[in-house]
């Protein structure tokens, strides 16, 4: 489980990663001249980027308690029934993978409307 663990705090930084390069795309969009034509789409991508933020903290909470109790089990001072852990387990990978795919849906999202703008000729 710790491996896994690991993995999953190495997605979500890629993650983390990923919506500050997109906010940065936001940034450069927002500034340019093309700001008004898309500024209600910015500001639905904010908002999405928004929450896939502070979801991707709060998966992070979750994860960091869960590593929590496993450690405790570990060291005995926790009586959790494995089968418990393993539950809980598969609940943290479920939320991952959820967000994962919530996410994939986003970029191509963002990619498209990236497109897009690109695509008009004033940019």
């Known amino acids: 489980m710790k491996m896994e663990h690991e993995q999953w705090q190495g997605r979500l930084r890629f993650y983390k990663d990923e919506l500050s ?24 991508f904010q908002t999405l980027f928004r929450d896939k933020e502070s979801r991707l903290d709060q998966i992070r909470t979750d994860f960091s308690r ?28 479920d939320k991952l993978e959820q967000f994962e795919q919530l996410f994939h849906d986003l970029r ?16």
């Open 21 to 44: 390069h997109f906010n940065n795309h936001l940034d450069r969009l927002a500034a340019s001249g093309k700001a008004r034509e898309v500024q209600p789409r910015l500001n639905h």
């Open 66 to 93: 869960h590593e929590s109790l496993i450690q405790s089990m570990n060291s005995g001072h926790e009586a959790e029934p494995k089968d418990g852990i393993r539950k809980v387990h598969r609940v943290q990978r």
């Open 108 to 123: 191509n999202e963002f990619n498209v409307f990236l497109n897009d703008v690109s695509d008009r000729k004033s940019l």
